[in-house]
Each structure stands twice: as C-alpha cells, then as structure tokens.
C-alpha cells in the first residue's frame, strides 16, 4: 500500500516537531516523534481498518498518543488528510 501525506499533514507534522524542539531547546524529543509517525503510519498501512470509523464518509482517526490522525484509505493508497494535537478543534 502506498503511503500519501497531504501538503496540509506534512506541515501540520513539521509544525509539531518545530514547536517541541523549540520548547525542549533540543531535537531529542522530536526526532523521536517523528519516528513514531513513520511507525504508526506503517501500521495504518498493514491494518487500515485499526482506527476509529468518524462521522465523514470513510474518514477514519487513528489516536496515537496526543495526536488524532485522520486518513481515508483505497486498496492501494493510504492517505493521511490532517494530524491534530488533542487540545486543538478536531474539526477537519
């Protein structure tokens, strides 16, 4: 299964990654985000059906620690719309 990251998730997790190594004054703990990004997109890959079903025609949300992670997915393609820290509008 192909992975896409919207242009709007790609910021969204740079975002994220910018904020804590500018918080922590160290790259440490973003880097180790990171890495579970590429994992927990990984296992989206292998069992897409894993996340929660919303209210948006197949959309689901994957929680992962402090993060909604909403995607949509083909047979071929999984697609990461948006990534939302839990104390920010889930709305998409």
Do not use: C
């Not at 919207?6 to 918080?23: D, G, M, P, V, W």
Request: glycine fraction near 4%; aromatic fraction near 16%.
């Amino acid at each position: 299964m192909k992975l896409i990251v919207s242009n709007k998730a790609q910021r969204q997790i740079i975002n994220i990654l910018e904020f804590y190594t500018e918080r922590n004054k160290s790259e440490v703990y973003s880097k180790r985000l990171f890495r579970g990004f590429q994992k927990i997109f990984s296992l989206l890959k292998q069992r897409p059906f894993i996340g929660k079903k919303t209210s948006i025609e197949d959309v689901y949300v994957m929680i992962w620690g402090q993060f909604y992670i909403f995607y949509n997915f083909t047979e071929t393609e999984l697609n990461i719309i948006t990534i939302k820290h839990q104390k920010e509008n889930v709305s998409l």
